[in-house]
T-cell receptor, first 115, second 115 residues
């Protein structure tokens, strides 16, 4: 059953702690993305990766970090430097980021709440 | 900066009513246009997309959208909505000004269909 998995579904952390969100895909896609979704603001791009061992900052990368050591995995770390980390985080993948009409496929999301 | 506007944040309709959700974008060059849908409790998924050719695009579940270049618009339509169309709908655009074809997202429209 191909798709994108994100874990955990809900995550609670204390302020000042780093936390890592998991994203795995078995679609054999080259490109992967992390978005943040806030009510009334649509999706905002945090980081994206077009190929293994390479990634670029999106519009709101401050306070976040990523790695892309394997094609199928693109974990996101929310660091203590992120001023307002409570949000819904979505991971997506597509065949290749250099293709304008590529469909992005999304995971179920992780809702992070910082207490 | 490029932007995408969805005019209605909340729409409430009765079953069998006709639907039109507005989407306007700010970029004047070649664009690729998408509508994504997020049903309650489900992943964000592609509804339809415009890449080239016929500006009237048909998608899943009876939805269609028309690309009107002169109006910078890509409105989503359905002649007769069903209760199962209750969801949040997002318009997104990629364009040649962004060399990595990143998606730029609208804020979303929450559609509620009354049975």
């Amino acid at each position: 059953d191909g798709g994108i998995t994100q874990s955990p579904k809900y995550l609670f952390r204390k302020e000042g702690q780093n936390v890592t969100l998991s994203c795995e895909q078995n679609l054999n896609h080259d490109a992967m993305y992390w978005y943040r979704q806030d009510p009334g603001q649509g999706l905002r791009l945090i980081y994206y990766s077009q190929i293994v061992n390479d990634f670029q900052k999106g519009d709101i990368a401050e306070g976040y970090s990523v790695s892309r050591e394997k094609k199928e995995s693109f974990p996101l770390t929310v660091t203590s430097a992120q001023k307002n980390p409570t949000a819904f985080y979505l991971c997506a993948s597509s065949l290749g980021a250099g293709r304008a009409a590529d469909t992005q496929y999304f995971g179920p999301g992780t809702r992070l709440t910082v207490l | 900066a490029q932007s995408v506007s969805q005019h209605n944040h909340h729409v409430i309709l009765s079953e069998a009513a006709s639907l039109e959700l507005g989407c306007n974008y700010s970029y004047g060059g070649t664009v690729n246009l998408f509508w994504y849908v997020q049903y309650p409790g489900q992943h964000l998924q592609l509804l339809l997309k415009y890449f080239s050719g016929d500006p009237l695009v048909k998608g899943i579940k009876g939805f269609e959208a028309e690309f009107i270049k002169s109006k910078f618009s890509f409105n989503l339509r359905k002649p007769s909505v069903q209760w199962s169309d209750t969801a949040e709908y997002f318009c997104a655009v990629t364009n040649g000004a962004n060399s990595n074809y990143q998606l730029i997202w609208g804020a979303g429209t929450k559609l509620i269909i009354k049975p």
